[in-house]
Structures are given as C-alpha cells and as structure tokens.
C-alpha cells in the first residue's frame, strides 16, 4: 500500500470515528439540572440558582465540560420533572430506599443533619424516641425526605406548604415539631428575623442524616450516568463545614 493510500485510509478512519461519536451523541438525550428551593443549599435569586449545593452542581459541570443552566423549582415540581425526563439530573436527593430504583445515582452532592425542632418556649414537649414525637402535632413538606421518613415509620404529620410556613407555625404553636436539617433551619431562622435560639433540637434523627446526591432520571443511557460519575469522583471533597 503507498503511503497516499495509507494516509487516505488513516483519514476515512478518522471520519469514521467522529461520525460514530456524533452519532452516539445525537442518541443521548439533552442533559437538564435541576434543582429546588432548599435554601442554603439551593434557591433562585434573580433567576439563577444560587447556593452551597448550586455551587457544587457548577463545579460538576465545569468537570464535565458541560454548560448548562440551572432549573430551579419547587420541591414537587422538580422530584416530579426528574421522574419523568430522561437526562434529567436533580439534586440534592436523600438516597432512601424507596427511590433506590428510581434514579440512576451519580454520587454525593451536599452533607445532610436532620433533626425535629420544637420551640424554645416548648420546653414540654420532650420526645425520647420517633414513635414518642408521634403524640405532637409534626408538619412535613409534601414528597420531601422527612415527610416521607415519618410516613415510612407510621408517624401522623400534617403537610405543610414550605418550611418557612412551618418555623412560623411552630413559633406560634400551631406546630408542636418540625422535621429540618440543622444548617437549613439556621438560615431560615436569619431570613425570618428571629433568633438562631428560637427553636431547640429535640430529636435527632440520624436514620435520615445522610449526604444528599445527585441522581438521573432512571431511563438515562448510562453513557451519561458514567461521564458525570467519572466528573464528580475528580472533584475536591466536599466542605463539610
């Protein structure tokens, strides 16, 4: 063979190649993130989605070499978008096992502290245990991992319309205790005005404090599951702080 033939071969190789990638990228599905108001963790401000968990997405999409905006929504309305789009990725999501097989798990996004808050004017209402905080009066937000955690250990709650609602709820004694975690509740307590002692941790709940992931639409190729996969494994550690 001479070596025109050789390098002509060499090139309709190459093309090939690039032809069979392009082809394999125009198979997968557009990748969207997407987030909730959980703020400190995530919430919009002007729009774009801000936050200690938006902050690690970025930095997980500049590992990937991907630019891609934000989604940010309610609670509901981002579990249930992510559910039902493939390429879809959502964070951050309690990895429990009743979502174990809904998502394509990708790896921790955010630490996670829970614990049922009372006000500090409550000093009555002392649970020693989960099933003894049954007796109170506990609200939960719809389809979030604490409401769910309560429904899965036989706990009454009533569901509330965001946890800000709750902290005022449970100031005023409408709410006898309200599942949060720790440095969620902190921020909310400084964005409403009162004081960081306003409430008091009255039960921790350790089988729910646990990081909170990114996770794929269950129906994504897992081509992208495993590019994200590799991009979050080449990340710093977390700040635990």
Do not use: C
């Amino acid at each position: 063979m001479t070596r025109r033939a050789v390098l002509t071969a060499l090139a309709a190789a190459a093309g090939g190649i690039a032809l069979l990638r392009r082809a394999r990228a125009e198979d997968l599905p557009p990748v969207r993130i997407i987030t909730s108001e959980f703020a400190p963790y995530s919430y919009s401000d002007n729009g774009q989605a801000k936050g200690i968990a938006a902050d690690r997405a970025r930095q997980l999409l500049r590992q990937a070499g991907r630019s891609i905006p934000i989604e940010i929504y309610p609670w509901a309305r981002a579990y249930e978008t992510a559910l039902r789009t493939p390429g879809a990725l959502l964070f951050p999501v309690a990895r429990v096992p009743e979502r174990e097989d809904l998502f394509k798990w990708v790896g921790q996004a955010i630490p996670f502290q829970v614990a049922l808050f009372r006000a500090s004017q409550r000093p009555d209402i002392t649970p020693a245990t989960l099933e003894d905080a049954g007796r109170y009066r506990i609200g939960a937000l719809q389809k979030d991992v604490k409401g769910v955690y309560l429904t899965s250990r036989g706990i009454p709650h009533e569901t509330i319309a965001d946890e800000e609602l709750g902290i005022r709820m449970l100031i005023h004694g409408r709410l006898d205790l309200l599942p949060s975690d720790v440095r969620s509740m902190l921020y909310r307590l400084d964005k409403l005005g009162l004081p960081a002692d306003s409430v008091v941790a009255a039960l921790p709940l350790p089988e729910i404090s646990r990081p909170l992931y990114f996770a794929f639409n269950r129906d994504t190729p897992d081509a992208l599951v495993t590019e994200f996969r590799q991009a979050l494994s080449a990340l710093p550690p977390q700040d635990q702080s």
